[in-house]
């Protein structure tokens, strides 16, 4: 069954360095999402991307994050210079077959968890 | 704009005890509805949706939810719990028009006593 795929699962990383985080969505899939889960908190909406542009951002897709489709295969999150309340768990999803009735289900890739020190 | 809450932070059950873990939605237009499980340091699973048609939704491992629009609810149940079900539960709600971004609900952790 195809899958989301992230790495890293974790990275350690020091206060103002920069992070990617990379995924790899179903091959077949058109929406491309990151979720952010700060420890024992709710799973909240970063970004989505489709057709090579961000669709939609939430408030803390702030200037310091960004994301790219660099190939026809990765989808990576920047943190460009990386604070202490970014160390949260970072999901991948996506969603929206081209040949599948749209159901709107996400599938969601294991996460990485970025602490910042 | 659409939103979820989730009534209780956590819920225990005994074994065997039903399981119910309630979730309300907002939304401008029909939703999709959704129930997501997390496991401890695992990544989200996708119980069960409701999209259009029957209001009454089976999923996996035992779970149905059903959609009571005039209620504006899609709470889970589970008519007997099992250890295994412990979990992190996120109810989720979706819609077209925001290119299908889900929104989810602050989670209910589900504790189940032997």
């Known amino acids: 069954e195809p899958e989301v795929t992230q790495t890293p699962s974790h990275q350690v990383t020091q206060m103002g360095q920069e992070v990617i985080l990379r995924c790899v969505p179903i091959?077949?899939?058109?929406?491309f999402y990151w979720y952010r889960q700060i420890l024992g908190q709710k799973v909240e909406f970063l970004v989505s991307f489709y057709n090579n542009e961000i669709s939609e951002k939430s408030e803390i897709f702030d200037d310091q994050f960004s994301v790219e489709r660099p190939d026809g295969s990765n989808f990576t999150l920047k943190i460009r210079s990386t604070k202490l309340e970014d160390s949260a768990m970072y999901f991948c999803?996506?969603?929206?077959?081209?040949?599948?009735?749209?159901?709107?289900?996400?599938?969601f890739g294991e996460g990485s968890r970025l602490t910042v020190l | 704009a659409q939103s979820v809450t989730q009534l209780g932070s956590h819920v225990s059950v005994s074994e065997g005890a039903l399981v119910l873990l309630r979730c309300n939605y907002s939304?401008?237009?029909?939703?999709?509805l959704f129930w997501y499980v997390q496991y401890p340091n695992q990544g989200l699973q996708l119980l069960l949706k409701y999209t259009t048609g029957a209001t009454l939704v089976k999923g996996i491992n035992g779970f149905e939810a059903e959609f009571k629009k005039s209620e504006t609810s899609f709470h889970l149940t589970k008519p007997s719990a099992h250890m295994s079900d412990a979990a992190e539960y996120f109810c989720?709600?979706?819609?077209?028009?925001?290119?299908?971004?889900?929104?989810f609900g602050a989670g209910t952790r589900l504790f189940v006593k032997a």
């Open positions: 091959s077949n899939h058109l929406y």
């Open positions: 989720a709600v979706s819609e077209v028009a925001g290119g299908f971004k889900t929104i």
């Open positions: 999803a996506s969603g929206t077959s081209r040949s599948n009735k749209n159901t709107g289900e996400l599938f």
């Open positions: 939304s401008s237009v029909p939703p999709y």
